[in-house]
């Protein structure tokens, strides 16, 4: 597997279907996302000051979109820190794997939409940094 790095996370432009009473956008496997989607889940009602996140995965890749609101995505690969601000629902980050990850300064009504590459496996998780920076070094 390859070494990842936060300047392998990319910023992915979502199709926007324009139409006078709305907007659409239609996500599909093939074309705007990198990998077969096997998991959708979203994260809404963060109260102020508060965070989630702060968490790595060894093989689960990503699609982050901010859905309503906005937010901050802190990506983090044990050497160097990025943040992306996502505040539009046709815009999201590409996250591989083998990468920290915090969302942080949540706004009101925000909604964190997320496209997973694999199902829940609690055995893919760092829930400690330190774990996480020593599992990189060795990389």
């Not at 989607?37 to 009602?45: E, F, I, P, T």
């Not at 990503?62 to 983090?76: N, P, R």
Request: hydrophobic residues 35%; aromatic residues 12%; proline residues 4%.
């Amino acid at each position: 597997m390859k070494k990842s790095t936060v300047y392998d996370c990319t910023m992915v432009t979502l199709p926007v279907n324009h139409q006078a009473n709305g907007n659409l956008t239609a996500v599909s496997n093939s074309q705007e996302v990198p990998f077969e989607v096997q998991r959708v889940y979203y994260l809404y009602d963060v109260p102020g000051g508060f965070s989630r996140g702060g968490h790595g995965h060894a093989e689960l890749q990503q699609l982050i979109v901010a859905l309503s609101g906005s937010f901050d995505l802190i990506v983090d690969d044990g050497k160097v820190k990025r943040t992306f601000h996502l505040s539009r629902p046709n815009m999201g980050v590409y996250m591989p794997a083998g990468l920290w990850r915090e969302l942080d300064n949540f706004s009101s009504g925000s909604i964190c939409f997320v496209l997973a590459s694999h199902k829940y496996d609690e055995a893919d998780y760092f829930r400690d940094y330190n774990q996480f920076t020593q599992w990189k070094s060795s990389k």
